[in-house]
């Protein structure tokens, strides 16, 4: 091979290899008696939140409230799988990943262009399920739709059914994608449960992966790549 072209490829591969990271930075240890919610929560899709405005008590007069409630108010909105809310005289915002600040400041802004609004709070009035990929040696794998305050690695692996038999318990993999970067950590569940070892578990966000192995091992080729590419198919079906 030509020493130009071995050139080209060496930074190729190196740019493919930066993909798929090992990192414990992007994931939160999971602790006893903390829930999901203990730090600055940010909005997700599905979330159902409540407008309290200033000099309209009624609300807007438009809803788009849970489905699950046998009623709903005129100041309840719906924030849909795209991420965005339709909100009365701005029409769809994208709400999902910001804090409840942020997302009163936003719709603010963008309704004091219409009417006058001297104040306003925005609250969470129902949370919406979080879809976690459960895939390897589990006995139910597949998406698992999970409680915010029970989302972790353990209480997904515990939904889908448990470990079977092949499964290798002290090898369970994370995987998050961020930017298009697929970051991984690897947790040891067995010390978790035997040890009470508090850091093998770790808080999940919407669309992560869990993956357990057999007990022979992992090949990241066969045995993890081939559900990431699945997860995106299905990601880019339903986003």
Same mark, same amino acid.
């Given at each position: 091979?030509?020493?130009?072209?071995?050139?080209? *490829?060496?930074?190729?591969?190196?740019? *493919?290899?930066?993909?798929?990271?090992?990192?414990?930075?992007?994931?939160?240890?999971?602790?006893?008696?903390?829930?999901?919610?203990?730090?600055?929560?940010?909005?997700?899709?599905?979330?159902?939140?409540?407008?309290?405005?200033?000099?309209?008590?009624?609300?807007?007069?438009?809803?788009?409230?849970?489905?699950?409630?046998?009623?709903?108010?005129?100041? *309840?909105?719906?924030?849909?799988?795209?991420?965005?809310?339709?909100?009365?005289?701005?029409?769809?915002?994208?709400?999902?990943?910001?804090?409840?600040?942020?997302?009163?400041?936003?719709?603010?802004?963008?309704?004091?262009?219409?009417?006058?609004?001297?104040?306003?709070?925005?609250?969470?009035? *129902?949370?919406?399920?979080?879809?976690?990929?459960?895939?390897?040696?589990?006995?139910?794998?597949?998406?698992?739709?999970?409680?915010?305050?029970?989302?972790?690695?353990?209480?997904?692996?515990?939904?889908?059914?448990?470990?079977?038999?092949?499964?290798?318990?002290?090898?369970?993999?994370?995987?998050?994608?961020?930017?298009?970067?697929?970051?991984? $950590?690897?947790?040891?569940?067995?010390?978790?449960?035997?040890?009470?070892?508090?850091?093998?578990?770790?808080?999940?966000?919407?669309?992560?992966?869990?993956?357990?192995?057999?007990?022979?091992?992992?090949?990241?080729?066969?045995?993890?790549?081939?559900?990431? $590419?699945?997860?995106?198919?299905?990601?880019?079906?339903?986003?």
């Amino acid at each position: 091979m030509a020493p130009a072209m071995a050139a080209q *490829e060496q930074p190729a591969q190196a740019e *493919e290899q930066q993909k798929y990271v090992e990192s414990d930075d992007v994931f939160r240890t999971a602790g006893l008696g903390s829930g999901q919610l203990t730090g600055e929560y940010r909005l997700a899709k599905y979330d159902v939140i409540s407008l309290n405005i200033v000099g309209f008590p009624e609300g807007l007069g438009y809803s788009t409230g849970s489905s699950s409630s046998s009623s709903s108010s005129s100041n *309840e909105l719906l924030i849909g799988p795209d991420g965005r809310a339709a909100i009365p005289y701005i029409g769809n915002v994208k709400l999902a990943g910001l804090t409840l600040n942020e997302a009163r400041e936003l719709i603010q802004s963008k309704l004091s262009e219409y009417i006058r609004i001297p104040s306003m709070s925005v609250s969470v009035k *129902e949370y919406g399920k979080r879809k976690v990929y459960v895939m390897g040696e589990v006995a139910k794998p597949g998406i698992q739709e999970m409680d915010i305050d029970s989302l972790n690695a353990y209480a997904a692996i515990t939904s889908a059914g448990g470990f079977t038999k092949r499964g290798r318990s002290t090898r369970v993999q994370v995987l998050r994608v961020i930017d298009d970067t697929m970051y991984y $950590t690897q947790l040891d569940m067995k010390n978790y449960v035997r040890r009470h070892d508090m850091t093998q578990n770790v808080f999940l966000q919407d669309g992560d992966i869990v993956y357990v192995p057999k007990s022979n091992g992992i090949r990241w080729n066969e045995d993890v790549l081939p559900y990431v $590419t699945a997860w995106a198919l299905v990601k880019n079906l339903t986003d």
